[in-house]
């Protein structure tokens, strides 16, 4: 298939299920002239419990979908789906522009004055191979505590931020961070930025939390400058795809993304 490579193509952006759409809000407002389009597998969420075999099998068919769509770039807004799948996406599309995310462990070893630093993440980006060697070339000089957060990404995908029920789940992950020393917190999934009023209930407001949906839009910025291929606008209307029910996704959007989009169902 022609790969479309035109400035006016648009970009396709996906994860697991709503949390990518933290990423895309970042890319929105650096990016406003794009047009997006968003595939969230909630047919299939969550992927931090998914085998990484089953989850690069996603990202191929997902990827293949945007290329049919004629996207000029990919961005993997879901930390889990990167560890897992971008390696075999930049093989199979050498000459795509791809943007994958990591958890920010680079920036948190930076930031940390007291040496300690606390990693949320799902369990399938916290076993990674590629996070143990993020932790090997960055976090050498620093204490990095990890932990994995089984349950929440289930909670937000129904658009709870803020119930008894998500708080003390969240509370119970956070508490050991505190305990260690931590004054630095990784956000190293995208689904939890939407838990950030809460998380800052939580903790002290010395502590930073962290998370890399702003480093995403500027690297995809920097890939589209490079290669020409900025969009001069005005963008089309954002569409949306959910591999589960469209009603659902439709009725959690405006709680998640402030503009409007249409929303059809991606085959799962
Ligand atoms: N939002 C995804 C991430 O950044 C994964 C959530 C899930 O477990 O599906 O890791």
Excluded at 62 to 90: H, M, S, Y
Aim: with cysteine; hydrophobic share 45%.
């Amino acid at each position: 298939l022609p790969m479309t490579n035109t400035h006016e193509a648009p970009i396709g952006v996906f994860d697991s299920g709503v949390g990518g759409l933290s990423v895309l809000g970042e890319i929105r407002s650096l990016l406003p002239n794009e047009s997006l389009l968003y595939v969230a597998d909630c047919g299939n969420v969550p992927y931090g419990e998914k085998t990484p075999e089953f989850i690069r099998q996603r990202c191929a068919v997902i990827a293949d979908f945007f290329q049919k769509q004629g996207a000029k770039a990919l961005v993997l807004a879901c930390n889990t789906a990167t560890v897992a799948g971008v390696a075999d996406l930049r093989e199979r599309y050498p000459d795509w522009p791809i943007v994958g995310m990591e958890p920010a462990v680079k920036p948190a070893a930076a930031a940390t004055r007291s040496g300690v630093v606390g990693v949320l993440a799902t369990t399938g980006t916290l076993q990674s191979a590629k996070f143990a060697a993020l932790l090997d070339r960055f976090a050498l000089d620093v204490r990095v505590i990890t932990q994995p957060c089984p349950g929440l990404v289930e909670l937000i995908e129904t658009g709870d931020l803020v119930s008894p029920t998500i708080s003390n789940l969240l509370r119970s992950y956070v508490e050991p961070l505190l305990a260690a020393g931590c004054d630095t917190i990784i956000l190293g999934c995208t689904h939890y930025p939407f838990l950030k009023p809460l998380l800052r209930q939580m903790v002290p407001e010395s502590i930073s939390l962290i998370d890399t949906g702003g480093a995403v839009a500027r690297q995809l910025q920097r890939l589209l400058t490079q290669r020409e291929l900025l969009a001069t606008g005005p963008a089309q209307e954002t569409q949306f795809w959910t591999s589960a029910d469209p009603e659902d996704f439709r009725k959690i959007l405006p709680l998640l993304w402030k503009t409007s989009g249409y929303v059809r169902f991606f085959p799962r």
